[in-house]
Structure formats: C-alpha cells, structure tokens
C-alpha cells in the first residue's frame, strides 16, 4: 500500500481531520496567515472591541449566528479621515445595495510599535466590517458570491481602500513585516479563542516587486512561491476572453465584477483573481487550479487517455499559468497545494499521529517529534495535494484529477470537433512561388545578407538544428546602428532572474509543448462539445502548403480571411496600421476566426509593414476591444528567418507564422549547389530547427 493510500485510510477512519498548512521562506518582505474565521474569539470581541453603528444590537447578533449568518471583512483603508470614512461609507452602501445587510465596523488591535519604520511609514488604518448573510441566500459559497459581487463594485468605486478578505470562511491577516512580528502585531493572534481548523503562513524574502502591505501574501484564495513567467500573455487573454465568458451564477451580474484581474497586482494576485473568478463563477477551487496550472500531458504516454483528453480539452480555452510555483489554496473548506510541471519550488509534507499535516517550502520549520510522525512525503512536479476538512480525508493526485476528467465525455467531444491540420485536404491549387529575378528583389527588400544564408537558413536546413555558438551577442545595439535594421533587432531574449532556474529544453522536453489551437476560443466557464472547435497544429512553423491548406479550408465552425498588410510607398505608416485594425473588425463582423496577415505583393509602389509590428499592433487592438478570443491571428511574411524572430513573433501575439522567402530561400540553396538535399525535407529540417530554437529561448526563462 504506497503512502497516498496510507494517509487516505487513516483519514478516513477519523471523525474529522485538524489541518495546518504551512508555506513559510525566510523572514523578508511581507507576511501573513490565512484562517478559518474564529467565531468564538469574534464572539467575545465584539463586545470589546471598538465597534461603531447599532453596537448594542450587533453584539447581540454576532454572540448568537456569528457562525452561519455574519460575515467578516478585513480592510486596509487610508490613514487620512476624511478618506477613510468616505470609503467605509461607500462600502456600507454597496453591501446595502447587493441586498445585503452591514452591521458595523470594528477596528482591528495592532502593535505599530513592533515594526520598523518603513512599514510603519506606509501602514494602513486596518480595520474588520461585519455583513449579515440574507436570510434567502444559502452559507458558503453562494453568500460568498453575494460578498464578491459587493467587494469588485466596491473596488472599482474606491481605488485608495484595498480589501484584504471577504469571505464567510477564510479571513487573513498579513502586512509588511517580518514572519516572528505576525503574531505580535496582530493582538487577534495572540488570543487563546482564536482556534482554526486550517492556516496558510507566507513570508517574503527575495522578490523582485517592492515591497508593500498590499502585496503581501496570503491573497484571497491562495499563497504563491515562485514566479508566473507568463503573466503578460495570461493577463492579456484573461481580459480577452471576458466577450466569451457567461455564467449561469453571474447571470446580470457578470459587468459588476469586470475585470476579473487587476493589473496593478502582482503575478501572484493576478492568479488569485483568476482562480477567484472561474470559482465564483461555478467553477469548483481544484478544477481551476487543474486547468490554470496543468501538469505536462502532451508527451507524458504514461498518462491515462481520460486524462489527456481532460487536458487537452481545457488547453483549447485556457493557457497555462507556467513558471516555477508552489501553490497553497484553500477556501475554508478544502485546502490543496499544487506544484508546477517542472517540479522547480519544493514542497514537502508530513501527517501526525494527532491528525495534523503539515505542509512547507522547507524542512524543519516546525519542531515535530520524530516518534508522532505517521507519513513523511514530497509534492511531486505538475501534482497535486487535497485535504477536505469537511470530510475530513487526504485526497491523492490521481483520485483528484480522475474524477473531474470523467465527467465528461471529453475524448468524444474532441473527435467530433477537434480538426488537425495534417487532416485538411490540399486544394487543386499550386503554391505560389517566385521567379529568381522576383526573389532576389524580395530579399533585397526584406533585407536578407549574406550572413542570414550562411550562418542562420543553411545551417538549419542541412542539420535540423541552429549552429553552435557562444551565449550572448557582441554587436552593437540595433538603436546606435547607422544601418537600417530589422525591427526583431531592437528586443533582447529575456533570461531567468533571481531565484528561477532555466529548463533543460533537451532532457526535460516532457514538461514542453508546441502545440497551438487555432478559432474562437470557447467558454470556460461551461463545459460543452462546442468548446473545442479548434483547429490544432502541432508545429506553429507552417509550410507553404500548410498556409495554402489552411486559406482553402471548408470545415463548418471556421471561416478564414487574408488581410494583406503591404501598403503603397506614400501612405504614412500609422495610416497603414490603422487600415489594419479596420479591416480587422470587417473581418471578425463577417464571422472570421483566424485571420491570415500576409506580406505576399511587396512590389515597386508597395512595402510592407514590419512584420512584429503588425502582428504586436493588431494583438494589442484585438486585446483592447476584447476580440483576440474570438479571432486567432497566422502571420504569411517573407521577412523572419532566423530563430530569433521567430520567437519574438510568437511572443507578440502570432500564433503560426509561414515564412514563405525564407522556405523559397532554401530551394535557391539546393540549385546553387550549396545543399545537396531534397527540397522538402530540408524545409522540414528547417522548420523543426526555428520550433526547437524557440524551446530552448523559453526554457532560459525558467
């Protein structure tokens, strides 16, 4: 019986199950504790602490519901008054608005004295509300999404006041300090009432944020160590995907709480207000977590089918939240903790013979008798722990993820809408190609040398790989060049910071991906065969044939257009760009869901737009009038040619690129003598060398 089953067949025997689970680093910037909300010792403060409005009866009622019926809310509100009491006003209005009833404010007892000067320079007015559930709405989660509603209208209302917690479960306590002042600052903490069935602890000490009482965790629903790599790409698409997304528990409600991120929080809070989200929004807490932080299941053959297709499904909706993290959630009921694919932040755990785990970034945090110590394991890379207090069990990785993954018929929904690529027929038409004359004047003009044969396309064609060189660049900076330069040259690769390890592109390709899903993305917030209309495609790195499969492509749920993005020589360039963005309404008011931008017809009186600028323009326009869901965007240029390019279209919004000079360049090879090679499998080479190259520049980022 492996240890996973050991500590669900004691659990399980137990009439209830005491859970503590730790995320502590060393003392640095920002610590906090997330709880279940201690009536008993709100009970009694109550009556001592500073309460305003109705004190008499708002005793009287938290002495006796406090547990079911009143909610409490912790606040950092602004030192200034006058501020201060508009904000609680606001506050006390919108709850009244969302029908609910505000009972009075308690001011939370603090030791300043205990905190160094930086923090006590910026420390808010910390203070506790209390909210009465309606009588019409059911505890849990149903009056905690009464209490989300409330606290995003407020937060929109009110940009000086942040909301520590709302919840009629969890509460938290956090500030800037260090881990040994939590408990002294906070009076709360060090009361003998103040009894929880779980806690999650974190401490900051090495960040690259500046430190401030908001940004300290615990967040809402989860505390973070790590690094979300790709914050930019997943903050985008969140605000994106708000024109797709519905929700049967938000219906007439949804406008309130957009959008669901704030981009002024860390990347960490940014998960948290995902996760937030898709939970209140119908979503169960582990599902999200699943789906936001999937483990590695592309090249995983060891992985059940029900899984893959689970995955799978959902990797046509939602992108992966990737970089290294150990994850702690919790919602007062459940609490799990989730490590990332590649396994680069520990976490390790313990169960004792008094029904307690433990769960920590390091060994030792705790002094723990060897002798009471039942089960001592690791979370394991892209695993995930669950403990259902309620029920009062462990819950293994595989139970977890095998019962949301049968649920549905996931692999049939796949088969009867998922179109592969390699799938499409090849239409009775010839690929277009250029003469030697036409080539040679379109790689004059996409400014193609010497150097880009010799040491980037024919390396890569003949071997299949990039050639050898050493890390770094020694020529100067594109922007002191007195030669016109490709716009790729002005952007540097970015590299692992601070405590994030690179990947192993090569010994580690399990946790890697190439894959891409081209249409409108569906709605994750409802599961339905139609979601995964897409169109995959296993190498963004297209061929020409590929780029002539897909223009020609007849499949019900897809409608492709070509909007060329080569201009007349005299029209200013933001003139051209704008065209662009026009022509990219009529075409999603049409119906198109993938979008070809195509360079093809630079000749004597027209010039191209730079490929990554237009591709980064129309990103951030679809972005911003919330369409890139419902429209993927292939680049058809004969301008990229080396990896680098590549990669930073690809980071800019392209989700395919056909590099149709850069493919015909190589047949030219093959007919100078210069590659004795077949055409097609030197393209194939090629392609797979740009595909592997753009592995190896993301796995540098950790």
């Not at 277009?432 to 396309?457: M, N």
């Not at 007195?482 to 690179?502: D, E, G, I, R």
């Not at 493919?663 to 004795?676: A, G, R, T, V």
Request: aromatic share 8%.
């Amino acid at each position: 019986m492996g240890p996973f089953q050991v500590i669900i067949f004691i659990v399980w025997a137990l009439s209830a199950l005491a859970l503590i689970a730790l995320v502590l680093m060393h003392s640095g910037k920002g610590t906090g504790v997330s709880d279940m909300i201690a009536s008993s010792l709100y009970n009694s403060s109550a009556a001592t602490g500073v309460m305003e409005r109705n004190l008499d009866r708002l005793t009287v009622i938290v002495a006796v519901v406090f547990a079911v019926c009143v909610v409490l809310c912790m606040f950092f509100f602004p030192q200034e008054e006058l501020r201060r009491n508009q904000a609680k006003k606001m506050f006390e209005i919108i709850v009244e608005k969302e029908g609910m009833e505000f009972l009075g404010w308690r001011e939370v007892p603090t030791f300043p004295n205990v905190l160094g000067h930086k923090a006590v320079e910026c420390m808010p007015y910390i203070m506790q509300g209390f909210v009465k559930k309606p009588a019409d709405v059911e505890k849990g989660l149903p009056f905690d999404r009464r209490l989300y509603i409330a606290r995003r209208v407020f937060e929109q209302s009110s940009d000086d006041t942040y909301v520590v917690s709302l919840s009629s479960r969890t509460i938290v306590y956090k500030g800037m300090f260090l881990v040994g002042q939590l408990r002294t600052f906070f009076a709360d903490l060090q009361s003998a009432d103040y009894e929880s069935a779980i806690a999650m602890v974190h401490s900051r000490f090495s960040t690259n944020t500046n430190p401030s009482w908001e940004r300290a965790h615990p967040n809402r629903l989860m505390v973070h160590n790590g690094e979300i790599n790709t914050i930019r790409g997943n903050a985008d698409k969140m605000l994106a995907r708000e024109e797709n997304m519905e929700s049967e528990h938000l219906k007439g409600q949804l406008h309130k709480v957009l959008p669901a991120i704030s981009k002024t929080g860390s990347d960490s809070a940014m998960l948290d207000n995902t996760l937030e989200f898709l939970v209140m929004s119908g979503m169960e807490l582990p599902l999200a977590v699943m789906i936001a932080i999937p483990e590695p299941w592309a090249n995983n053959k060891a992985m059940s089918q029900t899984k893959r297709d689970f995955y799978q499904y959902y990797a046509t909706m939602m992108e992966p939240w990737d970089g290294p993290a150990s994850i702690l959630f919790s919602d007062g009921d459940i609490m799990g903790a989730v490590l990332d694919r590649n396994g680069l932040r520990p976490s390790r755990y313990m169960i004792t013979d008094d029904d307690t785990l433990i769960l920590s970034s390091e060994v030792g945090v705790l002094p723990i008798d060897p002798t009471k110590i039942k089960v001592k394991e690791r979370l394991r890379p892209g695993k995930m722990l669950l403990v259902d207090t309620v029920q009062g069990r462990v819950i293994d990785d595989e139970e977890i993820k095998e019962k949301y993954a049968s649920r549905q018929p996931y692999g049939e929904w796949l088969d009867n809408n998922l179109v592969q690529l390699h799938d499409l027929k090849i239409p009775n038409k010839k690929v277009p190609v250029h003469t030697k004359e036409e080539r040679a004047r379109l790689q004059k003009a996409f400014g193609y040398t010497y150097e880009d044969f010799k040491t980037s396309i024919l390396p890569m064609a003949l071997n299949g790989s990039e050639q050898i060189g050493a890390m770094g660049i020694d020529t100067p900076l594109a922007v002191l060049s007195n030669n016109h330069q490709p716009l790729f040259n002005y952007f540097k690769q970015l590299f692992a910071q601070v405590t994030n390890p690179p990947i192993d592109s090569i010994r580690e390709k399990v946790v890697t991906s190439t894959t891409v899903y081209l249409g409108s993305d569906g709605n994750v917030l409802e599961e339905k065969p139609e979601n995964c209309k897409q169109l995959r495609i296993n190498n963004p790195i297209l061929t020409n044939t590929d780029i002539l499969k897909i223009k020609n492509m007849k499949v019900d749920g897809f409608k492709v257009e070509t909007i060329p993005i080569i201009y007349y020589k005299n029209t200013s360039l933001e003139k051209a760009i704008d065209h662009l963005y026009v022509e990219a309404d009529r075409a999603h008011r049409e119906g198109a869901n993938i979008i070809i931008l195509s360079d093809r017809g630079v000749d004597e009186n027209h010039v191209a737009i730079p490929s990554l600028l237009a591709v980064s323009a129309l990103q951030q326009y679809l972005v911003q009038t919330k369409k890139r869901t419902s429209m993927a965007v292939i680049l058809e240029s004969g301008e990229p040619r080396d990896v680098h390019h590549f990669a930073t279209l690809l980071g800019f919004g392209a989700s395919a690129i056909n590099p149709y000079l850069a493919q015909e360049s190589i047949q030219e090879l093959i007919d100078l003598n210069m590659l004795d090679k077949d055409y097609y499998a030197a393209v194939d080479d090629y392609n797979n060398a740009i595909i592997n190259g753009i592995v190896k520049i993301a796995a540098k980022m950790g």
